[in-house]
């Protein structure tokens, strides 16, 4: 009878999991099933029309080739022969360098302001968080249009030097007025993982260096720093990530002469009619990206994990 | 050290405040700048002339301009519709039960959107419906949009059910509403804010996106972003100041509206 | 619809059966059956109850006490049909509740968030429960009324919950559960948000509720004091076992075991071998071989080693030569009612002894005095393990 009882509940509780389970599993499928049509499965396909053939104006031939990986690196001469050719690579070189560049201005022009922001009262911390963050819900390609207004030949700031009197600088359509405008694009990613692990600090902290004896920048550099530190790893990911993949910015303000990835592939499927070559371009910057971030996480559960155990050992 | 009679030592920094200022000055002059010449009456856009509203007017009776904002409306009204309901679901199935293997996986896929380069997302999105021989036009913008919508739609509504007392639920259930009852009466009534947010965050993004949309849009179904791409490539002209101001003024109004919506209570 | 009819022919027949047995006292209304709870599978398994076995009265005020973790919220969500258990049967009047979902069992529980509808009004919170079944609305409003009224909160009606102090929130709470007139009230640990003085005040207004309702209420806390001023029967649990159950007194008086003697006041554990077994009571063999009489207990044999209980008040002090063992006070603690001293007596240990500091009380004793400690037979209690 206790044992009848006893199969009876359980069976009742079973039941109940795989409704639940299967509950779960009809609410999220269309949001799943979206995502896998319409960005993984072309994604591997992606990846498939980089191992194909060019077709001659655009489009793909179905033979299988590994042309446009070796395009990437050699250039064939008219004999057939392959000669090593470091064009692409300075273009992905180029991406790299202004992506740290931007990467690191951000962070020198972010850290400060995240910081007085962390400093300011709650009531207006929610105000300067909002001004951060309304540039990025604004328009990507208007903000850089901005830049072009201001650094033109007979931009504002160059109209402004000649009524002054001084000569014009040249400051569009140069590496300059890249980073700049990549800067201005994401920095908000920079400013607001900083400012959150700012706004956490225990500022009773840096009163304790101060009191055993730490100077404001020894407690900058030996306290608040280090305990900054997730946050600015954050900030510099979420920069250097879009960045590296950009195309409005060099576009805009680097006038098509200084190629960046994102613009290199977009010649793929334009001009140069390469799709496999394309394909192979942006599978490349996927896995480098991809590459980013899974260092990163590791990295975030490591030190998760590292926590975790000073916590129970704590305790 | 005289200040510091007067000031939390800890806390002050000096020039903290003043870079903060150039700060945000670096944030928003920029900004203002298009706004500003975009009431500017010469056709010269840097020398300012004397204040005038014909650019507006020019533009909004340009049958582009307004031809390419409603393809734009068109395309963010759909993606945001249909990316907002897959995500609310999505996020009330995460919030099912307590916590399961495959949660990481999904919650990570969920998110792919926001992570992958956006280029990169266009060219496989191209190169996927050139292979399946759809015509490209509102309907392959509006089908990648949804995509890159939902992440955008899901983080507030996961938000809101993460920061619900799930004792509400059971109260309700304690109080003899059954499943349905629940969910109408108390479960999505406190959801609706994070919906309504994530919505319009969708709206936004899909409003303000150029990349994914250069490459998936074809002929006649130009958006305002591209169409603006166009205008700048060809030259800078007050015009584009007018509709480039429109734009940030659009955004503004909703992101505004979303964030004051997130963060009421009730 | 179908609910409503099922949860209304449970009712009334409960109702019945309540009617019937109004005469006998001790009519259980509850009755749990070998319950285990388990919790997740394989690694993460937790077992959170192991056969846990309850009778819980009409018109009772029922404690589960127990420390954090021992499975007391949980046996309250299985009451509530919350959770299913994973074997073993819950009968209320009679009846297995066993797979009904909780909106058609006739109890209702105070949650420890409260968890008010924020988005509702105090009238519609209250309310709710009434709207769920279709009760019509003069109806509500009136019970509503009522209600508000049982826990002072006239005037409050319209106000959303976000506007109430935590103590108003709590009295809406127990009023949204009270309105429907439920079979069980379960409380799962409602006081542990309020300071101190309000808790004070809501335990003294929870017993007068129970007592006007004539209800049964289930309480869970893991405050001792709580739970022996409160309740008519407490039922200790830890680990997942209901370790004792019976009146505060009883529990408090006569514990069986050593986890319920430590986790109830505070308490003298003594180690000693059974010297011999009498008529109504026994004698025990300390480790010093000073030999003391205690409290009998069925299953004792001479020989057995045995654990013993007394309790710091219930133990004097007296000249060395007076007492039944002899120590010396290595420290005290005055507590203004009255004294702790901790008496070292040699191999035995350090024993409490509490003594109310009345007028003429026993003198001057100070720390290093060598003394006796004196207690009555009845106060030595044996425990189970």
């Given at each position: 009878m206790a044992t009848d009882a006893a199969t009876v509940a359980s069976g009742e509780e079973r039941r109940a999991r795989r409704r639940e389970g299967w509950r779960r599993f009809v609410l999220i499928s269309p949001a799943m099933a979206i995502i896998a049509a319409i960005m993984l499965i072309p994604l591997g396909l992606m990846l498939t029309y980089s191992f194909l053939e060019s077709g001659r104006y655009g489009g793909v031939v179905w033979e299988f080739s590994t042309e446009a990986y070796i395009g990437f690196l050699f250039e064939r001469q008219l004999d057939e022969s392959l000669a090593f050719t470091d064009s692409y690579i300075r273009i992905f070189g180029r991406s790299f360098g202004l992506s740290f560049a931007t990467m690191a201005i951000a962070l020198l022009l972010a850290f400060p302001a995240a910081m007085f922001m962390a400093l300011q009262p709650p009531k207006y911390r929610a105000i300067l968080i909002f001004l951060v963050t309304i540039p990025f819900w604004t328009n990507l390609l208007v903000r850089n249009y901005a830049w072009i207004l201001l650094l033109r030949d007979f931009g504002l700031i160059n109209n402004t030097l000649l009524n002054l009197g001084l000569p014009q600088l040249p400051l569009m359509y140069n590496n300059f007025a890249i980073t700049l405008g990549l800067v201005y694009s994401f920095i908000p990613f920079m400013v607001l993982p900083i400012y959150a692990s700012l706004e956490k600090l225990d500022w009773r902290l840096v009163e304790a260096g101060q009191d055993l004896g730490a100077n404001r920048l020894q407690s900058l550099r030996?306290?608040?720093?280090?305990?900054?530190?997730?946050?600015?790893?954050?900030?510099?990911?979420?920069?250097?990530?879009?960045?590296?993949?950009?195309?409005?910015?060099?576009?805009?303000?680097?006038?098509?002469?200084?190629?960046?990835?994102?613009?290199?592939?977009?010649?793929?499927?334009?001009?140069?009619?390469?799709?496999?070559?394309?394909?192979?371009?942006?599978?490349?910057?996927?896995?480098?990206?991809?590459?980013?971030?899974?260092?990163?996480?590791?990295?975030?559960?490591?030190?998760?994990?590292?926590?975790?155990?000073?916590?129970?050992?704590?305790? | 050290m005289a200040r510091a009679n007067t000031r939390n030592t800890s806390r002050h920094f000096p020039g903290l405040a003043t870079h903060a200022a150039f700060f945000f000055a670096y944030l928003y002059i920029p900004i203002l700048v298009v706004v500003a010449l975009s009431f500017n009456e010469n056709r010269l856009t840097t020398i300012w002339t004397g204040f005038s509203t014909d650019w507006y007017w020019a533009v909004l009776n340009n049958s582009d301009v307004l031809r390419a904002a409603r393809n734009s409306l068109i395309v963010a009204t759909f993606a945001s519709l249909i990316a907002t309901a897959a995500a609310t679901l999505a996020a009330l199935g995460m919030a099912q039960g307590r916590s399961f293997r495959q949660q990481n996986t999904i919650n990570a896929t969920l998110a792919l959107p926001l992570l992958i380069p956006e280029i990169v997302t266009a060219v496989a999105t191209l190169i996927f419906f050139v292979a399946i021989g759809v015509q490209l036009g509102l309907l392959t913008i509006t089908a990648a949009h949804t995509v890159f919508c939902i992440p955008f739609a899901y983080l507030p509504i996961r938000a809101r059910i993460e920061g619900m007392d799930p004792a509400l639920r059971e109260a309700a259930f304690d109080l003899y509403a059954n499943e349905r009852r629940t969910f109408l009466r108390v479960t999505m009534p406190l959801l609706w804010p994070g919906i309504l947010s994530g919505a319009l965050l969708a709206f936004i993004v899909s409003l303000d996106n150029f990349v994914i949309t250069f490459f998936v849009s074809g002929a006649g179904s130009t958006t305002l972003p591209v169409y603006i791409f166009g205008m700048i490539r060809t030259g800078v002209t007050p015009a584009v100041n007018a509709v480039s101001a429109l734009l940030l003024l659009v955004s503004l109004v909703l992101v505004t509206i979303s964030l004051l919506i997130s963060r009421k209570d009730v | 619809m179908n609910e409503a009819a099922a949860y209304h022919a449970l009712r009334t027949a409960t109702a019945s059966a309540s009617a019937e047995g109004a005469q006998t006292v001790t009519r259980n209304l509850i009755e749990l059956r070998e319950i285990s709870k388990v919790f997740g599978s394989g690694r993460d398994e937790v077992r959170a109850l192991e056969t846990v076995s309850l009778n819980i009265r009409e018109g009772e005020f029922f404690t589960l006490l127990g420390p954090s973790g021992c499975g007391k919220t949980t046996l309250l969500r299985l009451l509530a049909g919350f959770e299913q258990p994973t074997a073993g049967q819950i009968l209320l009047d009679g009846t297995e509740l066993g797979g009904l979902p909780p909106y058609r069992r006739p109890v209702n529980t105070v949650f420890q968030s409260y968890a008010l509808f924020p988005h509702m009004s105090v009238a519609e919170n209250v309310g709710f429960g009434l709207e769920m079944h279709g009760v019509p609305w003069e109806r509500i409003r009136e019970r509503v009324d009522e209600m508000l009224a049982l826990v002072q909160l006239e005037g409050y009606a319209r106000r959303k919950p976000a506007q109430l102090s935590g103590g108003?929130?709590?009295?809406?709470?127990?009023?949204?559960?009270?309105?429907?007139?439920?079979?069980?009230?379960?409380?799962?640990?409602?006081?542990?948000?309020?300071?101190?003085?309000?808790?004070?005040?809501?335990?003294?207004?929870?017993?007068?509720?129970?007592?006007?309702?004539?209800?049964?209420?289930?309480?869970?806390?893991?405050?001792?004091?709580?739970?022996?001023?409160?309740?008519?029967?407490?039922?200790?649990?830890?680990?997942?076992?209901?370790?004792?159950?019976?009146?505060?007194?009883?529990?408090?008086?006569?514990?069986?075991?050593?986890?319920?003697?430590?986790?109830?006041?505070?308490?003298n554990l003594i180690e000693a071998t059974v010297d011999a077994v009498g008529e109504g009571g026994a004698r025990f063999r300390l480790a010093s071989n000073v030999v003391i009489d205690g409290s009998f207990r069925e299953g004792l044999a001479e020989g057995r080693e045995v654990t013993l209980a007394l309790r710091p008040e219930r133990a004097g002090l007296t000249a060395p030569a007076d007492g039944i063992v002899q120590g010396e006070v290595i420290n005290m603690v005055y507590f203004g009612t009255d004294t702790l001293y901790e008496v070292a007596i040699e191999e035995v240990g350090v024993l409490h002894v509490r003594t109310q500091n009345t007028a003429g009380g026993i003198g001057e004793i100070g720390v290093g005095d060598a003394v006796g400690v004196d207690f009555l037979t009845d106060a030595v209690r044996v425990l189970r393990d």
């Open positions: 030996r306290i608040i720093l280090p305990l900054a530190k997730p946050g600015i790893i954050a900030g510099c990911i979420l920069v250097f990530v879009p960045s590296l993949g950009a195309y409005i910015t060099p576009e805009l303000l680097g006038g098509g002469q200084r190629l960046m990835i994102g613009n290199l592939i977009q010649l793929q499927f334009g001009a140069s009619q390469n799709w496999p070559f394309g394909s192979a371009l942006a599978f490349i910057l996927l896995a480098t990206v991809l590459l980013f971030l899974m260092l990163w996480a590791w990295r975030a559960k490591k030190r998760g994990e590292a926590a975790a155990l000073r916590e129970a050992a704590v305790g | - | 108003q929130q709590q009295r809406v709470a127990l009023a949204r559960a009270l309105a429907n007139h439920p079979r069980v009230l379960l409380l799962d640990e409602p006081l542990s948000a309020l300071d101190l003085k309000l808790r004070k005040e809501m335990q003294l207004e929870l017993k007068r509720l129970q007592k006007e309702t004539g209800l049964t209420f289930v309480f869970v806390t893991h405050d001792q004091e709580e739970a022996l001023t409160m309740s008519d029967r407490v039922a200790v649990m830890n680990a997942g076992e209901v370790l004792q159950s019976g009146t505060p007194r009883a529990i408090y008086e006569d514990p069986d075991n050593r986890f319920v003697a430590d986790f109830i006041g505070e308490t």
